[in-house]
């Protein structure tokens, strides 16, 4: 993430995000406006990209989506500036790198929600907590999804977490 933000990041409600530029020329704010499953309401997200082609509005997602189906981190995705939205806007996926997103929920209030994100960063997933109930997490492409699905089922099954698979490569598809 970039040591310095110039807007602050709002998901889950209607309030108009501005288009961000960072310190870093190469880092940019996509707007991703969807229905979230999660939170059950149409939702804003915003992501952090690096600009890959700006002549063409091609962009890299440098963030783990919290609510966002469809997309993982590292995709090109096309994003036009929105005069309505007054930001970059997300339009289509250009180019999926392979990374699936994997939406973790602590159902267990017993437990720490750091604890969990532990267990799956030992198994090479990445992930960004919302807040102490919740985060997101990353499959990257050449990780094997097994042993993470794994994890998950077990964590589940024990009423530990419960979780949902928006953003599943085929690579990563779970075959029993």
Known sequence: ??????????????????????????????????????????????????????????????????????????????????????????????????NSIVQVVLMDKSKDINDIREIFENLGCLSEKVNDGYFAMEVPFNNDYKAVKQKLTELEEGEIIGYAEPCLSEKHGFKS
């Not at 309030?15 to 406006?33: A, C, E, H, S, Y």
């Open 1 to 98: 993430m970039p040591a310095q933000q110039q807007a602050v990041d709002v998901a889950g409600n209607s309030q108009r995000q501005t288009f961000t530029m960072t310190p870093q020329d190469d880092l940019v704010k996509i707007l991703f406006r969807y229905y979230s499953n999660v939170l059950e309401e149409e939702t804003v997200e915003t992501m952090w990209a690096t600009i890959v082609d700006k002549d063409k509005g091609w962009y890299r997602l440098d963030n783990i989506p919290f609510y966002g189906p469809l997309v993982a981190s590292d995709d090109i995705v096309l994003a036009e500036y929105d005069e309505s939205e007054e930001m970059l806007t997300y339009r289509e996926t250009i180019e999926h790198s392979g």
